[in-house]
Each structure stands twice: as structure tokens, then as C-alpha cells.
């Protein structure tokens, strides 16, 4: 099949050759035998990098290289206890560094999955919509305006049909179809006019297409090679962390080389002083903290999925927690997307609807009384109109449930025909489709042309007001007259009664046609119309999108409703939302087309219901949005929603009516199409947000305890506290596994009422940074009282005399003289006081403003396993027999221990006390 030039082939024949069935597709048996013998439908991937490259990876890392080094120059000293601890530490490192990675990718690659396509095919004689990766040779694709063309296709039908094949050809104008035969088989991809190509997307129309290849086998296959893209996305966050990072690294190099010529200058070993600054250089440097920012977008983003919520570009997590304006669609977003027909106007009068849902169980009546064989009559009429120019099917499932597929507003008039015997499929025997002028959004209306044994047939249907225009003549029990304004203003007012109601309303019109003008310009057959009636359906506001509206309200994040229906219908939702409120208001298409874009600038803040908008619209109020500096969410669903889309700072698209295009136009996708699980994702951006700063804010003020540590001791001439391998210990035993805990953590029960962050704002601002020196201050005194007190307590000093100590001991030392002591005990207890600090400092970060009393002690139990996990490490090698010569401890004993946490909780201890003198404060001017 590689080789056949399907646009050649008449589409009788094609169908032969590929066995196949044009009116039901083929079986499910068929199409998973044809699965199995073709394989899937896509591209071969590039391969990733393999598990032992990314291990590998982890080598690869200028502190590593340090610390190799520092293991070399040990073992060519014959210091073979420092080389094989850096060289253990070194492997246990890319260890973890590798699970975190590791773990990161297959969670990264589980969601592109979720995200691929789906595409309508016909089996088995009916539609069904199946992931495009299971498409096969002699499928039935059904192809309509936003559709991503899954696979090479022969065309079957075409009804309007163009596609842009700029992926393929360059040439950016979409190209018309046909279903025609081509002669030449040398033609280039671009002039075959009869077939469809992977890649490509359909800009307008509809048609159905007969599957000729897929996967590699496929145009976009042949070169896949050459467009396959390469790189991995990297978020503004982890861009500025690069950055910081490399100002961190000379920052510390200066201090460790201070450090190192004090070690020198106090006439150290040269060994031990170059340990220990490498040491010190390993434990300045937060190497772990890239990993543990990627480790917690991915957590982000699995977590948004269970939230409905799927993250297409990773960069877009960091740019939720920002968000400050919300632009949303109403239906299906804000609304139920549920539509019930309740009442239809059609001869004059109100007929009202009973029954819920798309189940077509139901009665027609008029004021409260059963309808005449006249009214009955013209009813029939307008649903039969309704009927034909429909795209929505509607199905009855195993479990007696009835299940539309296509547009809800469709299948509303679909089931509302049913309950009246009026049946799409034997409608569409007796008069078979045409041709279709496709609904958009700037047209506001469709229309369809059918075959009637006599001639041709236009139904149109849209908005009301966009209808009547095209009419000229009315249908009135049974007979077509004139139309006069008596009559236009009759409609146009019940129409508003209905609007006004929160009633969505559609019009519909119809006229016969003579086939010599079937194939003239949409204006010349949307002409002349006959008015039939309206359709009035309801689609109920979503019960939870009130609550997310006041969600954003206390967030500081304005909403705003955007919607193609009338100005009364939106006006009735947005108070029922709460989103109007004295000073805002609502404008529609006409009002928004007389402001200039400096006008609009200007108000857009005050406007917060759009209504009778077109995609074009959408793009000028993001604009405005942007300029007055705000960070913009849009939601979209249709192909003319893409540009829009596209311009926001977030783009969002609706999983279930999106259409693919602007699915990848997007950067998230709302997979049940609810405005709730858009806040869902704000308030999960900021959490990720929040979690990744809680790790920096972690490891920075725990290295800053260890640098301050080691730079006191040598300025006051001590007795270095820590030895260096203690202080590589310390990097794995206490910074790793919290610092990834953290970023597991819950997200803050009052993180929407906080105002949005600004986008500019620093990671680690003034506040944060002094915070970090700060905490890092208490853990170095904490360390070094902890050391000198059992200096003390083990010298020959007359206890309770400690003044008289640091006046015979302490300044003697400092000037150059010798501490006396339990040296070893000091250092083992100034070894732990370090780590168990630190743990106690972990959960002080898991909430800047409020106690862990507040939060609840066990709402993070990852914390609690890392932090425990960690601590009988710490104890295991204090009395393990083969780690003592290792990292040069003395078993401690129960007194030991009670100096150990008493220090170790002072940071604790004072870190929530500020807490609650803070709150006190707040209290206090609150």
C-alpha cells in the first residue's frame, strides 16, 4: 500500500482495495486484526535516554567532579577511608538523583500520553470516538472545522472542505477538497485535492475520508526524521534557578576559599584543609534542587489530572499561580452543557416541553392544554428542519442511558424531535445530505442542503436575530406567507422573553432550492429564507461554578464571562454567578466593535459579561487584559478560539467540545469542560508554587547553617566542629529526602485567599532571604553552643563555673591557644545537633505564616517517614562499629542525646514563636 497513488483511484475502487465498507466502516473484529498486522497509528519516536545514560547523567555535574577529585588526591595520600566515603557518597547521590529523574520522566511521558488525540471513526455502523493511535487502514473517518487529520485518507465526502497542509507543504492558504479522481500520478502532495494527510488540520467544512495509511506509512511518516522535535521545555522558574545557581556557586567558592586559607593560615594539614573546602563547596551548593523543582511540577501535574485538569507545557504550571484574570465561555464552562429544549415558538405560539435530559421522553403542550392536529402539524415542520441541519447523533447505550455525540445544543433538538417520533436516521434516508455552509463563529449560523425527490432543500438555523435577516417569508399553520415587521417584531420579542428567562435560543429556517444555483455562494443560497420558528433550551448554571466565581473573588482574580449568546441570556447567568455586580457590566459584540482598542484598554476591567462576541472579539479583550499588565486565562473550544488562545498567558482549551486545533494551540485542557477545575489548577499551580519554595527555603538555610558553622569556627580559631565527610553525610542524610517530602506537601487550606503573586515576583525575595540567613544563624549557634557546652562539660573546668571556663578556655582559643576536652564526644554531638536541626528546621518550612500546630503535625506523613528515615540513619552510624572510622564518631550517651534535641529544637522552637507573635500582631490590627 506504500507505494499506490490513492488519488488516482476512482472511490469505488478504493474501498474494494482496502476491503472495507463506506456506509458502516468495519467491525471492531476486523479492526483489531488489522491493528495487530499494521501496527499503531504514529510516528516513531525518538528513543529517550536510556536508564543508563541517565544514570551516567548524574556524573556529569561540576560538584561531582570536585568531589572525584578530592577522592583522587585522598587515595594518592593514602587517606583510603576519605576516598572511598566521597566515592560511596558520590554513587549514593546519583542514586537518588536518578530515582528522582527517573521517576520524573515515566511521569512526564504517563500524562503526553493521556494528551493524545481522538478522532470520530464509523464502526460497525456507527460513530464512535477512539483514541487516533488505534486508527487503521479502511477506517471511516469522520473529518469537521478543528479536526486534526489523523492519518492519509482517501476522500468519500466533501462538503465544503479545506484543510492547511502547511506541516506538509509550506503553503499556509488551506487548500479546497474534492472527491474527485486525479489522473496524474506524479502530482505533488499540495494538488491532490482528493486526499487528506496526516498532520494536517481541517480549517472548514466537513467530509468523511477512507483511511489509506497509517503511522510511518503515512506522508508525515516518510519524513518523520525530519520534523521530529528535539530539547525538553524548561520553565521560566527553573531558568531563573540556573541563574541564582551560578551566583550562588561564586558566592560559596569565595566563602570556602576564605575558609580554606584560614584552615592554612591556623596551620591545618593542606589535606584536610582542601577536604574540608570541597566539602564546604558541596554542601553550599544545593545540588539536588533542579531534580526536586522538576520532581514537584510533575507531582503538580499529576495532581491537576485527578482535578480534571490536564497540563499540555510544563512552563504553564509556574504561570497558574499568577493568574489574575479568568476570560471563560459560558457553556459547557460555566454552565451544564446539558441543554433541554423547554419551549419552541413556531405558527405564533408557545409551546411548552416536559422531560430533562437528552432522553427523548416527553410532552408537547400550550398553555397547559394538548396540542392541535395544526399545531402538531407545524411542530413536526420546524423539528424536521432542526433535524436536517444537525451534525449530533443520539445514541442508546446498553444501559438504557441515551448519550449524545456532536454538540449538545444539537442533540437537544435532536432528543426534543424524538419525543415527537422525528428521527434523524430515516429523515436523512428519504433526504440525503448535499452539501453543508459550516457553522462559525463570526457567521452565527449553518445551513445544509438536501436532496427531495422533486429538487433541493436549505435548512439554516442560528441565532435568532442573524436568521431573520436571511428571511423573506414565514411558515404559518401549515401555509408560507410574507414576512412583515409585525411579524419580525413578534419573534424578536418573544425571543427576548425567552433570553431574558437565562433561556438559550436558536432559529430556524428553510426553503426549497432549484439545483442549477446548489453550488453558489453561501449568501446567494442563505437568501430568501422561510422563518420557521425558535427553539428554546435551558443549560443550567453548574452548581460548583458559584463557589469557584467566589473562589477567584477572595483570590483577588477577576472572572469574566464570554459567550456568542444573547446580551439577556448571558446577563441573566452572570448574576446568577455573581459575577456582575453594581459597577460592572455587560456589553455584546455591536457595543465592543464601536470601542477603540485605547478605549477598550481603558474599560475592559469594568466589563464583565460579553455577550453575541466572536473570536476576533476574544482576541482584542485578551489584548487589553495584557496591557493593563494582567496575567489572562482563556478558554476556547471551537477552531476560531485558537488565536485567542494562543495570545492569552494561559490558553485554555475543553476536552470534551475542544476541537483539536485549538487543543494544541492551548496550554492546558480542561478534560470535563468545568470553570470549577480551572481554579482547581490556579489553586494547584500556586501550590506547586508554593511547594518548590518551601525546598529552596529549606536547603539554602540548611547550607547557610553549615557554611556559618564552619566560618565561626575558623574565625574564632576553634577546633573544627564538623569533619568533612560529616559534612557530605549531612547533604544526603538531611537535605535530600525532606527537601523532596516538601514538595509533596499539601496545599495550603488559605492559599485562594491570597492575592495573586506578581509574575516578575523573585524567588527568593528580601523577606525570604533574610528569613534563610536568619534560620541559618540559629542552627550554626545552635551547633556551636551544643559543641562548646560539652567541650565544657568534659574538660577539667569545676562545673557550674562556665564563665570561668570561657575566660581560661574560650579566649585563650581564640588567640591561638588549644581547647581542652572530650574533642570527639563535642564533635559527634555538634554532627547531630546539625542534622537533627535541620530535620526539626523541615517542618518549619512547610508553612511561612502559620504554626505546624495550625496545619496538623501528620498532614504530610512523606515528611514524617523522610525525617524518620533520616534520623535512624543519624543514630545508626553514630553506633554502628564500622562507621565510627568512617565518619570519625563516638557513641553517645542518654545525656548526650538530651543536649543533641535540646539544641537541636531551639530553631524550632523560636521559628514558632515569631509565627505566633506575628498572628498575635495581625490580631491585633486586624
Known amino acids: 500500500m506504500v507505494d499506490t497513488f490513492w488519488h488516482t483511484i476512482p472511490i469505488d475502487e478504493a474501498i474494494r482495495d482496502l476491503s472495507t465498507n463506506a456506509d458502516t466502516g468495519l467491525s471492531h473484529t476486523e479492526a483489531e486484526g488489522r491493528l495487530k498486522k499494521y501496527g499503531h497509528n504514529q510516528l516513531e519516536e525518538k528513543e529517550g535516554v536510556s536508564p543508563i545514560m541517565l544514570f551516567l547523567g548524574q556524573f556529569n555535574d561540576f560538584i561531582v567532579w570536585i568531589l572525584i577529585a578530592a577522592a583522587i588526591v585522598s587515595g594518592v595520600l593514602e ?10 557518597i558520590v554513587i549514593i547521590n546519583a542514586i537518588i538523583g536518578f530515582i528522582q529523574e527517573y521517576r520524573a520522566e515515566k511521569s512526564l511521558a504517563a500524562l503526553q500520553k493521556m494528551s493524545a488525540p481522538s478522532s470520530k471513526v464509523m464502526r460497525d455502523g456507527e460513530v464512535h470516538s477512539i483514541p487516533s493511535r488505534d486508527i487503521v487502514p479502511g477506517d471511516i473517518v469522520l473529518l469537521e472545522a478543528g479536526d486534526y487529520v489523523p492519518a492519509d485518507g482517501r476522500l468519500y465526502s466533501s462538503f465544503s472542505l479545506r484543510t492547511q497542509e502547511a506541516s506538509l507543504t509550506g503553503e499556509s492558504t488551506p487548500v479546497n477538497k474534492s472527491t474527485e479522481t486525479l489522473h496524474n500520478p506524479a502530482l505533488p502532495i499540495g494538488d491532490r485535492e482528493n486526499m487528506v494527510f496526516m498532520g494536517t488540520s481541517v480549517t472548514g467544512g466537513k467530509g468523511t475520508c477512507i483511511v489509506a495509511s497509517t503511522g510511518m506509512q503515512t506522508e508525515l511518516g516518510k ?27 561564586y558566592l560559596c567558592l569565595g566563602i570556602v576559599t576564605l575558609v580554606f586559607l584560614l584552615e592554612l593560615w591556623r596551620n591545618d594539614p593542606l589535606l584536610e584543609a582542601f577536604l574540608m573546602s570541597v566539602s564546604l563547596a558541596v554542601a553550599a551548593i544545593p545540588e539536588g534542587l533542579p531534580a526536586i523543582v522538576t520532581i514537584a511540577l510533575a507531582l503538580g501535574v499529576q495532581r491537576m489530572v485527578k482535578r480534571h485538569v490536564l497540563i499540555r507545557k510544563l512552563p504553564s504550571v509556574e504561570t497558574l499561580g499568577c493568574t489574575t484574570v479568568i476570560c471563560s465561555d459560558k457553556t459547557g464552562t460555566l454552565t451544564q452543557n446539558e441543554m433541554t429544549v423547554k419551549k419552541i415558538f413556531v405558527s405564533a405560539k408557545t409551546i411548552d416541553v416536559s422531560g430533562t435530559g437528552y432522553a427523548p421522553e416527553g410532552n408537547f403542550s400550550s398553555n397547559g392544554m394538548p396540542l392541535s392536529e395544526t399545531d402538531l402539524q407545524a411542530l413536526k415542520k420546524l423539528l424536521e428542519i432542526g433535524v436536517l441541519c444537525n451534525n449530533a447523533h443520539l445514541k442508546q447505550h446498553i444501559n ?63 441565532a435568532p436575530d442573524v436568521i431573520l435577516k436571511d428571511c423573506t417569508k414565514i411558515y404559518v399553520d401549515g401555509e408560507i406567507r410574507d414576512l412583515t415587521k409585525d411579524d419580525t417584531h413578534v419573534i424578536l420579542n418573544e425571543n427576548y422573553k425567552m433570553a431574558e428567562a437565562a433561556l438559550r ?41 458559584k463557589d469557584a466565581v467566589a473562589t477567584c473573588h477572595d483570590a483577588g482574580i477577576t472572572t469574566v464571562m464570554i459567550t456568542g449568546d444573547h446580551k439577556y441570556t448571558a446577563r441573566a447567568i452572570g448574576e446568577e454567578l455573581g459575577l456582575l455586580t453594581k459597577e460592572s457590566k455587560t456589553i455584546d459584540g455591536v457595543a465592543l466593535d464601536e470601542l477603540s482598542d485605547k ?5 475592559v476591567s ?64 480542561i478534560t470535563d469542560d ?83 503573586r506578581r509574575s516578575t515576583e523573585q524567588i527568593i525575595d528580601k523577606n525570604l532571604g533574610t528569613l534563610i540567613i536568619f534560620q541559618g544563624f540559629l542552627m550554626a549557634i545552635s551547633t556551636l553552643l551544643a559543641y562548646l557546652y560539652v567541650m565544657y562539660y568534659t574538660s577539667s573546668a569545676v562545673p557550674g563555673y562556665l564563665y570561668y571556663w570561657f575566660l581560661n578556655e574560650m579566649i585563650p582559643c581564640a588567640l591561638g591557644g588549644t581547647l581542652h576536652g572530650d574533642l570527639d564526644r563535642a564533635r559527634t554531638v555538634a554532627f547531630c545537633v546539625m542534622v537533627i536541626s535541620q530535620l526539626f528546621h523541615s ?69 514558632e514563636m515569631i509565627k505566633c507573635f506575628k498572628k498575635k500582631e495581625q490580631l491585633k490590627y486586624s
Request: hydrophobic share 45%.
Open 505 to 545: 435560543v436558536l432559529g430556524v429556517a428553510f426553503k426549497p432550492l432549484t439545483r442549477d444555483i446548489a453550488n453558489s455562494a453561501p449568501d446567494v443560497i442563505e437568501k430568501d429564507m422561510t422563518f420557521a420558528g425558535l427553539f428554546a433550551m435551558i443549560d443550567p448554571p453548574r452548581p460548583e461554578a
Open 674 to 756: 468545568n470553570f470549577a477545575s480551572i481554579v482547581a489548577a490556579v489553586e494547584e499551580g500556586r501550590g506547586v508554587y508554593d511547594n518548590i519554595k518551601k525546598a529552596i527555603h529549606f536547603l539554602l538555610s540548611c547550607n547557610t547553617g553549615e557554611i556559618l558553622t564552619m566560618l565561626f569556627s575558623s574565625i574564632f580559631n576553634l577546633p573544627l566542629p564538623l569533619f568533612p565527610i560529616q559534612i557530605l553525610w549531612i547533604n544526603i542524610a538531611t537535605d535530600g529526602l525532606p527537601a523532596l517530602a516538601l514538595g509533596f506537601d499539601t496545599v495550603d487550606p488559605d492559599i485562594m485567599k491570597r492575592p495573586a
Open 599 to 603: 478605549d477598550l484598554e481603558s474599560e
Open 843 to 911: 517542618f518549619n518550612c512547610r508553612n511561612a505564616r502559620r504554626s505546624l500546630f495550625e496545619i496538623g503535625a501528620f498532614t504530610n506523613k512523606k515528611l514524617l517517614l523522610a525525617t524518620g528515615l533520616s534520623l535512624a540513619m543519624q543514630v545508626a552510624i553514630v553506633y554502628i562499629p564500622y562507621s565510627e572510622d568512617i565518619f570519625n564518631v563516638t557513641p553517645l550517651r542518654l545525656k548526650d542525646w538530651i543536649i543533641v534535641f535540646g539544641f537541636s529544637s531551639l530553631i524550632f522552637i523560636i521559628t
Open 400 to 462: 438504557n442511558t441515551w448519550k449524545i455525540i456532536g454538540d449538545p445544543t444539537e442533540g437537544a433538538i435532536l432528543s426534543v424531535a424524538a419525543k415527537a417520533g422525528v428521527w434523524k436516521e430515516e429523515l436523512e434516508k428519504k433526504l440525503p445530505l448535499l452539501s453543508e455552509i459550516p457553522f462559525d463563529s463570526d457567521r452565527k449560523k449553518m445551513s445544509t442542503v438536501r436532496n427531495t425527490p422533486d429538487s433541493l432543500l436549505v435548512c439554516e438555523k442560528g
Open 606 to 669: 469594568k466589563i464583565a459579561v460579553y455577550a453575541r462576541v466572536s473570536a476576533e472579539h476574544k482576541l482584542r479583550i485578551v489584548k487589553a487584559w495584557k496591557k493593563r499588565g494582567a496575567v489572562v486565562a482563556m478558554t476556547g473550544d471551537g477552531v476560531n478560539d485558537a488565536p485567542a488562545i494562543k495570545e492569552a498567558s494561559i490558553g485554555v482549551s475543553m476536552g470534551i467540545t475542544g476541537t483539536d486545533v485549538t487543543k494544541e494551540a492551548s496550554d492546558m485542557v
Open 79 to 88: 587517606e583510603w577511608v576519605d576516598a572511598l566515603a566521597i566515592i560511596a
Open 223 to 249: 519524513i518523520a526524521g525530519l520534523i521530529q522535535e528535539a530539547g525538553k521545555e524548561e520553565t521560566p522558574l527553573q531558568r531563573k534557578l540556573q541563574v541564582f545557581g551560578k551566583k550562588l556557586v
